[in-house]
């Protein structure tokens, strides 16, 4: 796969139809085949927070809902490819690798990534707290200016809180989340500056145990318990060559869009 700045547009273009997607109803068992005309989802108010298949997307204040769209349709897209190429539990390395090399093609430059353990230093700990740790560490790595590091961190912890709560969009997180023994999700959150340019910051978690896993974020584990990888990324979009692979991507998502994307307020 070449990186972002060598692909032509033809090339950006035959890589999508290319792409083979998970069906998002269960990310680990069952798939979908190609999809057919896109699903409009333009609503008139923009929710601040969305579950994006097994993405926990937060939204600061100035975000343009055709930003917030294609951000959600592209990282939706990206997960989509990663399932169908690789487990998530088991080929979690992998599976990023793929899941980042896809987001390249669609126009968003990363920055910053880096992938290894998680060591917590607490005994006893939930994935809520560590997935907050990584992206304050991935939104403190970006270096953006002081207000939109402090909106961003503000949006993605409370987005994680109202979680809690949104019936809806934490079935469908949890149903996109889950693996056998363990679990695979991103929190990201996501700023517009005034000349358009549209960051975002992304904590990852991938970890496994040897018990099952009834709850994803909320659950408090015993650190000798769970075996934990830790992902941190920047990723900037080009919204313009963003724009002319829009419909394309909108074609392949049609109603997975609709099925794996829930957008409450927080």
């Not at 990282?75 to 490819?81: H, I, S």
């Amino acid at each position: 796969m070449k990186h972002d700045t060598s692909m032509t547009s033809a090339e950006r273009s035959a890589f999508i139809n290319h792409c083979e997607l998970a069906n998002c109803t269960h990310s680990l068992i069952e798939h979908v085949s190609a999809m057919d005309a896109p699903v409009p989802r333009l609503l008139e108010e923009p929710s601040q927070a969305a579950v994006v298949g097994s993405n926990l997307l937060a939204f600061a204040e100035g975000v343009s809902r055709q930003n917030k769209e294609d951000v959600m349709d592209s990282l939706l897209f990206a997960t989509l490819v990663a399932n169908k190429a690789f487990n998530p539990e088991k080929q979690s390395e992998q599976w990023y690798k793929q899941y980042n090399d896809v987001l390249t093609a669609l126009g968003w430059f990363s920055t910053n990534w880096r992938y290894s353990r998680y060591y917590s230093t607490h005994r006893r700990f939930s994935m809520e707290q560590a997935g907050l740790e990584i992206i304050s560490s991935a939104i403190a790595a970006a270096a953006l200016p002081g207000p939109a590091s402090v909106a961003m961190l503000k949006v993605a912890g409370d987005a994680v809180a109202a979680l809690k709560a949104q019936e809806k969009p934490l079935r469908i997180f949890e149903r996109q989340t889950k693996t056998h023994r363990g679990a695979n999700f991103r929190i990201g959150a996501c700023s517009e500056s005034s000349d358009g340019t549209v960051n975002l910051a992304m904590g990852a978690v991938s970890f496994s145990t040897d018990s099952a896993v009834t709850n994803v974020l909320f659950w408090e584990w015993n650190s000798a318990e769970v075996t934990a990888f830790r992902g941190e990324n920047h990723l900037v979009l080009d919204t313009r060559l963003y724009a002319s692979l829009r419909t394309q991507i909108r074609q392949r998502l049609n109603k997975s869009a609709s099925a794996a994307i829930e957008e409450f307020e927080i």
